[in-house]
């Protein structure tokens, strides 16, 4: 198989390990890759999918757990990656449902204040949900659901 290139920041560049993990949807290749060396945005896809495809699994303990321990990578980097999207798309950020799946986790998890702090979070980046109400709306129905806990 011939050598395949991406473009990234405007440049054609060979694509990597991360690259072809991420856009493989395998979710044991992602994991497998998360320690390979790769620029900016094919690490944040590579952190988005693994989170993804571990929250729509989310029912089993062990991609709970995972989901989580990638979801808390991902918010750790974004603050390297978020600059790197915008500048290599159009100014602007991409969604990203790290948050909003992270946030949806803690919250069922019974961790209502790290889920608000995770929604607080991503509207400090200038985020959206995808949600008419957004992260306000989000951070709302999650202190509803801390009040009815504790009464």
């Given at each position: 198989m011939g050598e395949s290139f991406t473009l990234r920041f405007g440049k054609l560049v060979p694509t990597d390990e991360v690259f072809h993990a991420w856009t493989?949807?395998?979710?044991?290749?992602?994991?497998?890759?998360?320690?390979a060396p790769t620029n900016p945005i094919d690490r944040?896809?590579?952190?988005?999918?693994?989170?993804?495809?571990?929250?729509?699994?989310?029912?089993?303990p062990a991609m709970a757990s995972e989901c989580a321990r990638v979801a808390e990578m991902h918010l750790a980097e974004f603050q390297t990656l978020g600059p790197a999207l915008k500048s290599d798309g159009d100014g602007s950020l991409?969604?990203?449902?790290?948050?909003?799946?992270?946030?949806?986790?803690?919250?069922?998890k019974g961790d209502f204040e790290r889920a608000v702090w995770v929604c607080e979070l991503a509207k400090f980046y200038g985020l959206d949900d995808?949600?008419?109400a957004g992260f306000d709306g989000r951070i709302a129905r999650i202190r509803r659901k801390l009040e009815a806990s504790q009464a």
């Open positions: 493989s949807g395998d979710l044991g290749r992602m994991v497998r890759a998360l320690d944040h896809f590579l952190l988005l999918g693994i989170v993804k495809e571990t929250y729509r699994l989310r029912s089993e991409p969604r990203v449902s790290t948050f909003q799946h992270y946030a949806t986790l803690l919250t069922e995808g949600t008419r």
